[in-house]
């Protein structure tokens, strides 16, 4: 998750081809750099070593990592895939399920507990499908590579070194998706050390198997990227004229113009909203052609959890139907 990736959203997870090295990631110069820099944060060099040897390149990382589903498909063809009726059905059972959960979430973080269970929905179908690879494996096989997000991987491996070592579990028994996203989530692992908590207070944050902490996590996520609490997500606008076009910008997900402004080039709104309400303008290719819609803030916080726009949407109409 940090962002262009989600686990479920970023293609099904399927088990791996693994090429097995001698002494795993540490034939790799770069190996002995991220020793000494989490040596320098206190844990133990010959530990992180350990770890690293046992380190094995996953082929369907190299194959997948290149192309997730939200950044190669149409609205038309993604919307399906997370909104349709099972998907809906499965979301109002797990409401049900964790409806004392989800309210303490809407009472104690002021977010929509509608969008916290669309996106659990979206990412892991409701955490039936959490992946399968090893999460060292999975970000160290783009880290330690020739790609031009090696660097990102790479610091997200240090970080999962570092989960590993506050969370004393054995970096090998944890497990995501192909990319290394994780949990009922799918936090990348700076997520995980930033935004995941310990909602029901076991002492632990485990976003594996405790719904709990995975709901709470998610909330937690969007607060701290300030949702507005009981603010608009999203709007369909009517366009007109001549102009509407000119102020079409998907590149921008922050509300950047007013509602009013919009209006002089030919938008408006499907129901009344305040002319100084900011907005960002957005278009996306539907079933049935260009559909125009106006994003506002909260809508620009789902984009934090998955910059993909057809992502957020996705959220945002999965949400309404619960």
């Known amino acids: 998750m940090k962002q262009w990736i989600a686990g479920l959203a970023g293609g099904v997870c399927l088990l791996s081809a693994q090429v097995v090295m001698a002494n795993g990631f540490l034939d790799d110069p770069r190996a002995e750099t991220l020793i000494e820099e989490l040596a320098e944060e206190g844990l133990d060099a010959d530990q992180v070593r350990d770890w690293l040897s046992r380190g094995e390149f996953l082929e369907s990382t190299r194959t997948n990592i290149a192309a ?4 190669t498909s149409t609205w038309a063809d993604y919307r399906p895939i997370f909104v349709n009726e099972l998907s809906i059905e499965r979301g109002r059972e797990f409401m049900e399920e964790h409806a004392e959960t989800l309210a303490r979430v809407e009472s104690e973080l002021g977010v929509d507990p509608r969008i916290v269970t669309a996106i659990i929905g979206v990412e892991t179908r409701y955490g039936r499908i959490t992946g399968n690879h090893a999460v060292m494996n999975a ?10 997000r090696s660097g990102y991987f ?3 491996l240090k970080a999962f070194f570092r989960l590993v070592h ?3 579990v054995d970096p090998m028994t944890l497990t995501g998706s192909y990319a290394g996203a994780m949990g009922v989530p799918q936090f990348m692992p700076s997520s995980f050390l930033a935004y995941a908590i310990d909602f029901d207070d076991d002492g632990r944050r485990d976003i594996w198997n405790n719904p709990v902490d995975a709901i709470g996590s998610v909330a937690n996520y969007l607060a701290a990227h300030r949702w507005e609490t009981g603010g608009p997500v999203a709007m369909r606008a009517h ?15 922050r509300p950047h113009t007013t509602l009013g402004e919009t209006r002089q080039a030919g938008w408006s709104p499907v129901r009344p909203l305040e002319d100084g309400r900011e907005v960002s303008t957005l278009r996306l290719e539907g079933e049935h052609g260009a559909e125009f819609w106006y994003g ?7 984009t934090r959890y998955n910059h993909s726009i057809s992502y957020a949407m996705a959220v945002y109409q999965l949400s309404r139907e619960f």
Do not use: C, W
């Open 68 to 71: 997730p589903t939200e950044r």
């Open 139 to 148: 970000i160290g096989t783009t880290a330690f590579s020739d790609s031009p």
């Open 154 to 156: 790479m610091r997200e």
């Open 166 to 168: 506050e969370e004393g």
């Open 239 to 253: 366009v007109d004229g001549d102009d509407f076009l000119d102020i079409v910008d998907n590149g921008q997900r």
């Open 296 to 302: 506002f803030q909260n809508f620009y916080v789902i």
